[in-house]
């Protein structure tokens, strides 16, 4: 803590403490105020409840009581007799009860004039015991039918059987109706409620209902009552159920029924939330408190009211204000005082303080022109003199130091200089006397002579790669080291990598392993030439030292990061290991494990260290663990793009190996382990065994009980066996002497074809083992033949179901689409009509009927989706049902889930697919029983892959693939119709775009890209695609304009070159008709 903190501190602790004193009393005595107030409100709210609840009740009760007396059960069922055979007549009585010259003509006995005198008598009896108040409003007596058999006064109603308190109280026996407001003779309003009872036999049989109006005038004296009682600060409040008010008491007039919610303290759902005291702000801006607390029994809680308490809060918390001033002016004085010994003492040791902290300050950040003023004869200004004293000797030592630096800046861009043109001018003569002495090699020369040439090329290897290293070295030392970013293909560029290494690890007889996580993305962006090198030093530093055992590169996805892939490459094995001590420091400039690992292994100590600043570059971090005697892991990361990775076409073909059962024998653990994760994630189940015994106990077993083996897979060396000789023996044996044999091999084996075909061998498999290879062995072994698709696999499949003439409607607002979808249905025969938007697909449907309904999604006036919706509705009233089928150019996840979800049967993403496109299509027509099968056009010259004639110009397949593109539409004709169309819609779509960009309209942008990206799709333009895709995307979710503009440059670029290579394979095609 800082000494003027201190001195601040000590003056403006006391006022402090004296204002946390005196806002913890006033605290104390408001919540004590408060609970004194929530104690009387409790009590207040439960005695008015109390009084209330006993008011309605002796009211109630007197009419309970009347509906038992017999006289009363005997006129009403008088009056049920009376009206049994009438029932139907009930409007002719309510109109004879209306007229009073026909009342007479109503059945005898149904209405009994001396019961009605009764209550007439009675009601004013009790008005005058109550000091002329009106107690009961009205009584009203009805029979079994909803009848009047008698009531209080003369109303105009006869029939009250459809009434809702009539029902409820039919069903229930008793009713209390809502609170409700009449005018009485003199025009002055009056608080009702209705309180109704089912009359009753002793047997309980339903005989009618007596309706009571009840005046709560009582009641609203009883919160009066309660309000006056409390003084002029307090007041009580009765609300009803819908919080509406009933009486504000203490006032003359209360808007009855008008909103009360404010009254009620209400919890998060906005509902009354029980018995609770709460403080708060009215809307004329009083502050008040109100407790209020539901009745749990009685009449209050059956009618749903509440009674409120409230208390004014500037009267009740008065004195509790009067303290709190108190303490904010002592509070105040103590900080006025407080203030004025800062500004005397304080303030200059502070400002003396501070200046000599920024000074410091200042100095740490190399300026030393900020001198510290002396003042006075105290302790800082003795410590301010020698600062600066301190100040001008450290400014004399780093000048000093300064210019040291500089000159060792110039001796290491000297030095930086001096390597690069060394290593460059030393490569000159080193690629003659390379190639001068592999010349010589090849000439006839002695054994003394073949030694000494031999020592000399494996010398010039090693110094080129030392001067390679001092190279990268230099490069990187002055920052001119730059990444490339292309797409390559993870798992063969590695493999391929390992396979240029394989010699030197069958040299040493090591074992060279690779496993690829499944994970991991075949397809990748960035620089294949560095990887190549950081994979090529760590493997080759593992071989270097490792005697026996193996070296295995495994590759493994980490995660994905904004786009980017981060691919974890690790390298371990079996060797020497590296101390603890020096593992720390192997990735510095020439730093090895110890002083004898050059003279013993060579090598520049160039390579862990270059590695090191390649992997930063990629964004990665590389590490190393090691044991001495059992060996060292390198593992690295690098951030990789994700590439323009193909659909996966092995799908098809792995589909004949599911379930086939693979003999697979390797006497290397991780090897035999990683051939077992390959052919599991193809399909086939692998049988593991590392040695010959345990596979001959394998085909043993399988000859027992009548099992097979599809195909065996064997290492060409088994530790002291061999697989040669281990094939010659299996096969020699008849139940196993046609099995296909994959034999595994190092590169340098070197041993004729002719012996392998002769023991039975059906492929050769070169390690470290590669899966492209290794499947291709599989599929040619197992008689599958390549993956490459055979010549004709699409003719054969041209018309796998014959199908009836179908009648299809296709709605799709692009031409181009229309022209593919109408071309292709009409080849096999289908009918077309062809709409434009929803809209008119709706209409058309109700005047035709169709098989299938092809719907594209996004389109103007209605889109897919609506139109799809308003198709099923009006299905449902006709019972009928039509196949509708997604056709767009969406392929998120998800959108094929939306589309079923809205009614729709089925879904095909653009580009068409003619396969898939009549596979979904057909499935809804019928089978032709006739079995005449509609032509397809022939495309065998179309199928096969195009080589470019004489006079015709070459494709940049990723602008624009023509193989693709003559494969998927098979049409020369349509093909140059399509471009046509392409050539005249492109121009007006693109300038839609750019004037939605202009105004950043993100919904037009989005509607525009969509409608480019449907146009696009059929050209097998994969870079315009993406780039379509990304723009779409951005502006769906509403990106910020400047990526948005870099998609629409990027799109633009791309749509001219395709615009141009479509240009150019019109031509071709053109000319290519002008040529027959």
């Not at 303030?347 to 902290?357: A, D």
């Not at 292309?486 to 060279?512: N, Q, Y």
């Not at 009648?807 to 009918?831: F, M, P, T, W, Y």
């Not at 006739?930 to 940049?956: C, M, S, V, W």
Request: charged fraction near 30%.
């Amino acid at each position: 803590m800082r000494l003027s903190t201190k001195l601040l501190l000590t003056i403006c602790v006391p006022p402090a403490l004296i204002w946390l004193v005196g806002m913890y009393v006033v605290k104390i005595s408001q919540d004590q105020i408060r609970e004194s107030i929530r104690t009387s409100a409790g009590a207040e709210v439960q005695s008015a409840q109390e009084e209330i609840d006993r008011v309605l009740q002796a009211r109630i009760e007197t009419w309970e009581e009347f509906v038992e007396q017999r006289k009363v059960i005997d006129a009403v069922m008088r009056s049920n007799r009376c009206l049994q055979e009438q029932e139907g007549l009930m409007d002719e009585l309510s109109a004879a009860w209306k007229d009073p010259e026909k009342r007479g003509s109503l059945p005898a006995g149904s209405v009994d004039e001396i019961l009605m005198d009764e209550l007439g008598a009675t009601l004013v009896k009790m008005s005058e015991f109550s000091g002329g108040i009106r107690i009961f409003r009205e009584v009203l007596l009805t029979n079994a039918f909803g009848g009047i058999v008698a009531e209080s006064g003369r109303g105009e109603d006869y029939f009250h059987g459809t009434a809702s308190w009539w029902k409820i109280t039919k069903a229930q026996g008793r009713y209390l109706g809502p609170v409700r407001v009449e005018r009485d003779e003199k025009g002055v309003e009056v608080v009702i409620i209705d309180f109704c009872r089912r009359v009753e036999d002793s047997a309980g049989r339903f005989l009618g209902v007596l309706k009571v109006d009840i005046n709560l005038d009582e009641v609203l004296e009883i919160v009066d009552s309660h309000a006056r009682r409390g003084g002029r600060n307090r007041g009580m409040v009765l609300l009803n159920r819908e919080a509406e008010l009933i009486r504000i008491g203490g006032r003359g007039e209360t808007r009855t029924l008008s909103d009360g919610s404010r009254y009620l303290v209400q919890n998060a759902d906005k509902n009354e939330a029980g018995g609770q005291f709460f403080e708060g702000e009215m809307p004329a801006g009083e502050q008040v408190f109100t407790y209020s607390r539901p009745s749990d029994e009685g009449l209050m809680h059956t009618l749903g009211w509440m009674a409120v308490h409230t208390a004014e809060t500037d009267a009740l918390l008065a004195p509790v204000r009067q303290l709190r001033n108190s303490v904010i002016l002592a509070a105040a004085v103590g900080t006025f005082l407080g203030v004025a010994i800062m500004l005397w003492v304080v303030l200059p040791v502070s400002w003396r303080m501070v200046r000599l902290v920024e000074a410091t300050k200042q100095f740490g950040k190399g300026s030393q022109d900020v001198p510290i003023p002396v003042v006075g004869h105290d302790e800082i200004s003795e410590l301010s003199h020698e600062f600066n004293q301190m100040r001008t000797r450290l400014g004399e030592t780093q000048e000093n130091l300064r210019e040291a630096m500089e000159q060792a800046k110039e001796a290491s861009k000297a030095k930086g200089d001096f390597l690069a043109n060394m290593s460059h001018e030393i490569r000159t003569p080193m690629n003659a006397i390379m190639g001068i002495t592999e010349l010589t090699l090849g000439t006839e020369l002695t054994e003394e002579q073949l030694h000494y040439q031999v020592l000399v090329e494996q010398s010039a290897h090693s110094l080129l790669m030392v001067l390679n290293d001092i190279l990268d070295y230099s490069k990187i030392e002055a920052g001119k080291l730059e990444l490339e970013d292309r797409d390559f293909d993870l798992r063969d560029s590695v493999g391929d990598i390992l396979h240029t290494m394989s010699p030197r690890a069958v040299e040493k007889h090591i074992e060279l392993v690779l496993r690829v996580g499944r994970d991991v993305p075949r397809i990748l962006t960035g620089d294949l030439t560095r990887l190549r090198q950081v994979i090529v030093n760590l493997v080759g530093n593992a071989l270097k030292f490792t005697d026996s055992g193996e070296v295995v590169l495994v590759v493994e996805r980490v995660k994905e990061i904004k786009g980017r892939v981060e691919i974890l490459f690790e390298v371990r094995d079996t060797g020497i290991g590296v101390r603890a001590d020096r593992l720390e420091k192997i990735f510095e400039v020439f730093a090895q494990a110890d002083s004898s690992t050059t003279r013993e292994f060579g090598g520049s100590g160039l390579g862990l260290a270059i590695s090191k600043r390649i992997v930063k570059k990629m964004g990665g971090e590389i590490w190393a663990e090691s044991v001495i005697g059992e060996g060292s892991v390198f593992r690295f990361t690098a951030l990789l793009g994700r590439g323009s990775e193909e659909w996966d076409k092995e799908r098809d073909f792995l589909e004949p190996l599911d379930s086939l059962e693979v003999l697979v024998v390797e006497d290397n653990a991780t090897q035999l382990e990683t051939l077992g994760e390959m052919l599991k994630s193809w399909g086939l189940e692998p049988i593991l065994c590392s040695d010959v015994a345990a596979a001959f106990g394998v085909l043993k077993r399988k000859e027992e009980i009548g099992g097979d083996v599809k195909l065996m897979i064997v290492d060409r060396v088994l530790g002291e066996a061999d697989g040669i000789e281990l094939a010659t023996r299996i096969h020699a044996r008849s139940r196993w002497k046609s099995l296909p044999m994959i034999l595994l091999t190092s590169v340098s084996d070197g041993l004729p074809e002719k012996e392998f075909n002769e023991v039975g061998i059906s492929k050769v498999v070169n390690k470290p083992i590669k899966q492209s290879p290794l499947l291709d062995a599989v599929m040619l072994a197992t008689g599958l033949g390549t993956r490459k698709p055979k010549k004709g696999r699409r003719e054969s499949r041209g018309r796998e179901r014959a199908v009836e003439s179908m009648s299809i409607l296709l709605a799709e607002d692009g031409k181009v689409n229309q022209l593919v979808a109408v071309r292709l249905l009409e080849r096999r025969g289908h009918r077309v009509t062809v709409v434009e938007n929803g809209k008119e697909a709706v209409n058309q449907s109700l005047k035709q009927k169709f098989d299938v309904i092809l719907m594209d999604i996004q389109m103007p006036v209605m889109s897919g989706y609506e139109a799809c919706r308003k198709i099923r509705e009006l299905e449902k009233k006709t019972e009928s049902r039509v196949a509708i089928v997604a056709m767009t150019a969406h392929a998120m996840p998800g959108d094929r889930e939306e589309c079923l979800g809205v009614g729709m049967d089925d879904y095909i993403s653009k580009p068409i697919e003619s396969e898939e496109f009549y596979e979904v299509i057909e499935k809804y027509g019928s089978i032709d029983k006739g079995g005449e099968e509609i032509a397809t056009t022939a495309r065998g010259d179309l199928n096969e892959k195009r080589h470019p004639q004489g006079g015709e110009k070459e494709f940049d397949r990723a602008i624009f693939d023509p193989e693709a593109f003559s494969q998927r539409i098979g049409d020369e004709a349509l093909m140059r119709e399509l471009i046509l169309i392409f050539e005249e819609e492109m121009e007006a779509m693109w300038i839609s775009l750019q004037e939605a960009e202009e105004r950043q309209d993100m919904k037009s942008i989005y509607e525009s890209a969509h409608r480019l990206k449907g146009l696009v799709g059929n050209f097998c333009a994969r870079r315009a695609w993406e780039y379509a895709t990304k723009l779409n995307d951005r502006a769906k979710t509403g990106s910020h304009s400047d990526e948005v503009s870099e998609s629409v440059e990027g799109f633009e670029r791309e749509l001219r070159l395709l615009e141009s290579s479509l240009c150019d394979f019109r031509e071709n095609l053109e000319n290519k008709v002008n040529s027959l």
